[in-house]
């Protein structure tokens, strides 16, 4: 007779993995409030070399509407309203033309030196974690292992059947749950193979500094304000990528996942037989 099934604990995250995601979660957030600080300084967005001030790709401003100051965002030659969030945010009666709100940003108050002064701080701390982690990971096999799809996984059928599963909210169980699918293989690697290395590099080639040793990484990004925007987009990815993660972690177990993170084991349903 069949045994009801049974919770076993695996490992599932190293020490090294876990020590370099939470590391990951401080450096990230407070990059990212400290880069909205320093967008805030100049809240618009162009690409090539030179600021077009005429001509933004995208800004955040103060306009007046109707006799009324109103926040307005455009986006290509899309406008929007964004009152009270972005452009001219704050309470009624107190607002004040910025970007981003106060409450986004690190620190609170506008400084673009001290805001700079966090975002150089962490993006160091970041960028040190992040090759720490790909030594490891390649050094150990942690990439190649876990990370990297298998043909079967790449397999157009298997592939599709992710997808769904996906879509209908149904999660890996059992000994599937022991190692990332493909979908999470495949969204990891375009994260710290894609999106964390170009920040990095497009952080890099803004900084005056870098361009004296190596002036030529500006042009591979077609110019100064093309970097900013490109780093500002991958920014923008990252932040997407965390509110998917952060849903997908309540939605199939939040605090299995976050034990899995902080003691790297995590719970399996096994089945077994009564003899």
Do not use: C
Request: glycine share 10%; no cysteine; aromatic share 10%.
């Amino acid at each position: 007779m069949a045994d009801k099934p049974a919770k076993v604990l695996v490992r599932r995250h190293s020490g090294v993995t876990r020590v370099t995601h939470w590391l990951n979660v401080l450096a990230v957030s407070l990059l990212l409030m400290s880069g909205l600080q320093i967008f805030n300084a100049h809240p618009a967005l162009y690409w090539g070399h030179k600021s077009t001030f005429a001509e933004p790709w995208v800004s955040m401003k103060k306009e007046e509407v109707g006799g009324e100051a109103r926040g307005i965002t455009t986006v290509g030659g899309l406008r929007f309203d964004t009152t009270g969030v972005l452009g001219w945010s704050g309470k009624e009666g107190a607002r004040e033309q910025r970007g981003f709100p106060s409450w986004a940003t690190v620190p609170s108050y506008r400084s673009l030196a001290d805001g700079r002064r966090w975002h150089f701080f962490f993006a160091w701390l970041f960028a040190i974690n992040l090759a720490v982690y790909w030594l490891w990971g390649l050094a150990g096999g942690h990439v190649g292992r876990d990370l990297l799809p298998t043909r079967a996984q790449l397999k157009p059928r298997h592939f599709l059947h992710e997808i769904a599963a996906h879509a209908r909210l149904r999660f890996p169980k059992g000994e599937e749950a022991r190692t990332y699918n493909v979908i999470q293989k495949i969204t990891y690697l375009l994260v710290v193979a894609v999106l964390l290395p170009l920040m990095v590099a497009t952080g890099l080639s803004m900084s005056p500094g870098f361009n004296a040793a190596l002036p030529g990484l500006i042009d591979v990004f077609g110019g100064r304000q093309s970097a900013r925007t490109i780093h500002f987009l991958a920014a923008g990815g990252i932040v997407i990528f965390i509110i998917v993660h952060l849903l997908l972690v309540v939605l199939s177990g939040a605090w299995n996942n976050l034990r899995s993170m902080i003691t790297g084991r995590y719970a399996i349903t096994v089945e077994g037989d009564r003899p």
